[in-house]
């Protein structure tokens, strides 16, 4: 295994490669500290995953919501991509307008 490190956008990522050999069985993950591809929460608040356009919120204020429940449809690159909880929040305040562009870790919605 060898851990290179990636810039994407000005973002850098550490990627861990496995070298592959010819056979017919699967490559299978080795480590236990893999990267959640679900919402940033922090301080309260869930951040968007990418950069995008909000097409659809779909929570409101005081809203309670379960894990899996769908929050918001982002658009990123001419694709929908739904940001759901990852565990049971309440909504306490909706940081984005639909239509509105945002950023790579923006803060959008406050939860608790």
Not at 6 to 30: A, F, Q, R, S
Not at 80 to 90: G, Q, S, V
Not at 99 to 112: A, F, H, I, R, Y
């Given at each position: 295994m060898?851990?290179y ?14 070298e ?13 500290d893999?990267?959640?591809t679900s ?11 990418m ?5 659809k ?11 899996g ?18 565990k ?25």
């Amino acid at each position: 295994m060898k851990i290179y490190k990636v810039k994407v956008n000005g973002k850098i990522y550490e990627v861990e490669l496995e070298e592959v050999i010819e056979n017919d069985e699967p490559i299978t993950k080795t480590t236990s500290d893999s990267k959640n591809t679900s919402p940033d929460i922090k301080n309260n608040s869930i951040k968007s995953p990418m950069q995008g356009t909000i097409q659809k919120i779909l929570v409101k204020p005081n809203q309670k919501v379960e894990k899996g429940d769908s929050l918001i449809i982002l658009e990123a690159m001419k694709l929908e991509n739904d940001i759901t909880a990852d565990k049971d929040y309440k909504i306490i305040a909706i940081l984005v307008e639909e239509g509105d562009t945002v950023n790579s870790d923006q803060p959008l919605l406050k939860v608790e």
